[in-house]
DNA sequence: GTCTATAGAACGATAGAC
DNA sequence: GTCTATCGTTCTATAGAC
């Protein structure tokens, strides 16, 4: 047993079974192990899930931090935009736990995509903001995160199809579209 | 015992005890009745919640009815922004049990938010549209309801605090802002 | 209609052999 | 490390008395 396997079995178990219906036999019987060997890795269900998040969060991450260091920040946000849908689409049990795990008991105390959001409010803002800013900046992440989650959802989850790349640069400009024109630390 | 006290109450619990830890149980021992009983009035758990989803939608349709018949629809889709996002801050059960219940399996033929965008689209296009548009339309509806419910869960759920009247402002123009400057059928 | 009592299954988790 | 066996609990749902 190696604990990535568990993670990735998880995965797919919850996006097969639906939360409510993946409990630790159905976890096992995917991977063809023994309770007893899975609880010798793992403490309980719970911190299972949380590394479940950790690493989902992370993949996340790493496939971002490839167009992290564009110069033009404008292309750098559509870039960030395409990047983050494209791999939502390939990573559909990423993108159904994310959006099945909000407000559920499991994770509590990471409080879901609060970290998903402060990954990227470092990439995307300069150090030196006032709050102000800020402030609409976390604003306008939220918009931008919800309307990623609602729209994947309806259309690879349930219509299982890809976004167009026009649908993709509707969503860009919607929410960054008028951010590039003033520089203003976006 | 009545099907309405049930559904309210039903919607208490699984705000209070996230969706896994909402049991026949919780919900009678929250309602102070028997097992029996709620089992006389509903067939089975799936049919309450199912209940309680039509429920939630139908309260949200008769609330945003109100501005229906606006004439100006520029104003039209403001006031609808507005009042959306305040009714869900005063009915958060509805708002938790909205977010919560997507991708679960209890509802599955319902397809959840599906109802709730045809309400919307009913109420925001013309009869007479080509095929194009309403597709964006419809992506326009899925970004904003995302949004609406992502911003709210961080700020109402998490943060127990309301928005301001600029944020919903900046939520308005997002999506329908540029709508209204050219009268292209929203 | 509403109750009590409980059937029957599934759950998370552990003990102990190997 | 991995297994089998099972504990103790909780769950949905039902039977049967009132």
Same mark, same amino acid.
């Given at each position: 047993?190696? $604990? @990535? &396997?568990?993670?990735?079995?998880?995965?797919?178990?919850?996006?097969?079974?639906? =939360? %409510?219906?993946? +409990?630790?036999?159905?976890?096992?019987?995917?991977?063809?192990?023994?309770p007893g060997n899975l609880y010798y890795h793992f403490k309980s269900k719970n911190e299972l899930y949380r590394e479940v998040l950790e690493y989902s969060i992370n993949e996340i991450a790493d496939s971002l931090d490839k167009v992290k260091l564009d110069i033009n920040k404008k292309n750098n946000l559509f870039q960030l935009t395409e990047k983050l849908i494209r791999f939502l689409?390939? $990573? @559909? &049990?990423?993108?159904?736990?994310?959006?099945?795990?909000?407000?559920?008991?499991? =994770? %509590?105390?990471? +409080?879901?995509?609060?970290?998903?959001?402060?990954?990227?409010?470092?990439?995307?803002?300069?150090?030196?903001?006032?709050?102000?800013?800020?402030?609409?900046?976390?604003?306008?992440?939220?918009?931008?995160?919800?309307?990623?989650y609602e729209v994947l959802y309806e259309n690879k989850l349930l219509k299982k199809r890809n976004l167009t790349s026009a649908e993709i640069n509707e969503i860009y400009l919607s929410f960054w579209g008028n951010e590039g024109k003033e520089d203003n630390g976006i």
């Open positions: 047993m190696n $604990r @990535e &396997d568990a993670i990735k079995m998880t995965l797919e178990v919850i996006k097969e079974k639906k =939360l %409510e219906n993946s +409990s630790i036999g159905e976890i096992v019987k995917k991977m063809d192990i023994s689409e390939k $990573r @559909e &049990d990423i993108l159904f736990f994310l959006i099945t795990m909000k407000g559920s008991s499991y =994770l %509590e105390k990471k +409080s879901n995509s609060r970290d998903l959001l402060l990954n990227f409010k470092n990439m995307l803002v300069n150090q030196d903001l006032n709050t102000e800013h800020e402030k609409r900046i976390a604003l306008k992440l939220n918009m931008f995160l919800g309307s990623v």
